[in-house]
Structures are given as structure tokens and as C-alpha cells.
């Protein structure tokens, strides 16, 4: 059974930072492209930044260019977002998910239950 725990969510200010985690079990992680999504209530998930199989190749949403860094450690079947100088904008909950394509989430296999990030003064 597959699957995908987030941690490392919390109430920030703005400018401030934090690096979300997502624990794989279950699959070969070594084998999945993965990626971070984010969601509002009542809006559409969010593409946020994506990091292929071989783990060479990372691709982001422009609104988290230069400030979000995508990882992944295949000895610990976990993938990080580091989030740097946080915007009020980036308040959503957080999702990680496995076996997608890039920024399309209809493509994603496995998603993760969430965390919460909240930025505010």
C-alpha cells in the first residue's frame, strides 16, 4: 500500500521560511517523478514545483520561481520543498504526490493528506 506523509507545515510571517517533507513507503521511489501541490478552499490544486524520477530535472510554477527548491533523498524515500521568503499568497495547504507528470495532477497516482502552510503578519 502506498504511502505519502507530509509534515513540516506551520504559521509563519512573511519572509519567513520552512522545508516541507513527504515520507514514501510502498513504492520505488526511486522510480517516481514527484511533486508538491497547493490548494485553497473552493479553488482549484495548484501546481507548485515537480522533481523527475532521475532527479535531474525540477520544474516550478512562476510563482514560487526563486524562492521554493524542490528535492529529493532516495535513501530516505523522501522529497523536500524548501520554501524561502513566504508571501501571504502562499497560504494553502500543501500536497505531495507521486507517479505524475510534471504540473498536470489529473496524471498523479498517489497524493498525500496535506499540511497546512500559513503565512500571515
Known amino acids: 500500500q502506498v504511502q505519502l506523509v507530509e509534515s513540516g507545515g506551520g504559521l509563519v510571517q512573511p519572509g519567513a521560511s520552512l522545508r516541507l517533507s513527504c515520507a514514501a513507503s510502498?513504492?520505488?521511489?526511486?522510480?517516481?517523478?514527484m511533486g508538491w501541490f497547493r490548494q485553497n478552499p473552493g479553488k482549484e490544486r495548484e501546481f507548485v514545483a515537480s522533481?523527475?524520477?532521475?532527479?535531474?530535472?525540477?520544474y516550478y510554477a512562476d510563482s514560487v520561481k526563486g524562492r521554493f527548491t524542490i528535492s529529493r533523498d532516495s535513501a530516505k524515500n523522501t522529497v523536500y520543498l524548501q520554501m524561502n521568503d513566504l508571501k501571504p499568497e502562499d497560504t494553502a495547504v500543501y500536497y505531495c504526490?507521486?507517479?505524475?507528470?510534471?504540473?498536470?495532477?489529473?496524471?498523479?497516482?498517489?497524493w498525500g493528506q496535506g499540511t497546512q502552510v500559513t503565512v500571515s503578519p
Open positions: 504526490a507521486a507517479g505524475g507528470m510534471g504540473d498536470r495532477p489529473k496524471t498523479y497516482n498517489y
Open positions: 510502498g513504492l520505488t521511489f526511486s522510480r517516481y517523478n
Open positions: 522533481a523527475r524520477w532521475s532527479g535531474g530535472y525540477r
